[in-house]
């Protein structure tokens, strides 16, 4: 064992030190990508579809609890098979594929919601079609989502550290989740209420944005060991 790994793991009992995260610029990357990808896995426009979705359904004209209910229990069935399918090839695929693909593929279904609900809305709640079209895309959603980047919140931030940074640096990842997690709390409600269906809009670019990001910055982890990443 080199000096250096030594000292690593002595730094990594010492609960307040957090040294080893930011000392070298391999550090400094590793800790980047695990709290992007924690933030952007929460920035998807998931948060709406998993805390708000009668409020979606709302814009959708779809306001019995009832059926709000019925297809929040299919939306959730839904998304646990293609998470589990997800998690099957997962593997196979690899993370930095899985990944754009999801985040392509949420911009692209978030355009089709965004064009179904402006058209009921156009319609002023009376295109049935465009109703039904909303729900269907927000499955969709769903299958794209649980697809690629739910198999991947356990895995990636975790992969993507060394193993001297895995502990703390997993703390940042739990603290780069629950900041994210406030926008979905606490904004989302009020654009659904004020803008109504033009906040899927905002969804459309940044997933486009995201995808972006994670092409340009983000390795992939697959087959490789903790100290080759970076």
Request: glycine share 6%.
């Amino acid at each position: 064992m080199s000096r250096e790994s030594f000292a690593d793991q002595q730094q990594d009992k010492r609960w307040w030190d957090y040294r080893a995260l930011f000392k070298t610029r391999s550090g400094c990357y590793r800790l980047t990508c695990n709290c992007i990808f924690s933030v952007f896995a929460q920035w998807a426009g998931n948060g709406p579809l998993s805390y708000f979705l009668p409020a979606v359904l709302d814009t959708a004209g779809y306001t019995a609890s009832v059926t709000q209910a019925n297809i929040l229990l299919g939306y959730a069935c839904f998304q646990f098979v293609f998470a589990l399918t997800g998690a099957r090839f997962v593997d196979r695929i690899g993370r930095r594929p899985l990944m754009l693909f999801s985040m392509t593929g949420c911009s692209l279904v978030w355009i089709a919601v965004t064009a179904a609900t402006g058209v009921f809305s156009a319609s002023q709640q009376r295109n049935s079609d465009a109703a039904r079209a909303t729900v269907a895309f927000i499955f969709i959603f769903g299958a794209v989502y649980s697809f690629g980047i739910t198999p991947l919140q356990a895995l990636y931030p975790v992969e993507v550290l060394s193993f001297e940074m895995r502990a703390k640096g997993m703390a940042f990842s739990s603290l780069a989740v629950n900041a994210g997690g406030l926008l979905n709390q606490f904004a989302w409600p009020v654009a659904l209420k004020d803008i109504g269906w033009h906040t899927y809009i905002i969804f459309v670019v940044w997933c486009a944005i995201q995808a972006g990001v994670w092409y340009l910055l983000m390795p992939e982890t697959r087959n490789r060991t903790v100290r080759d990443h970076c």
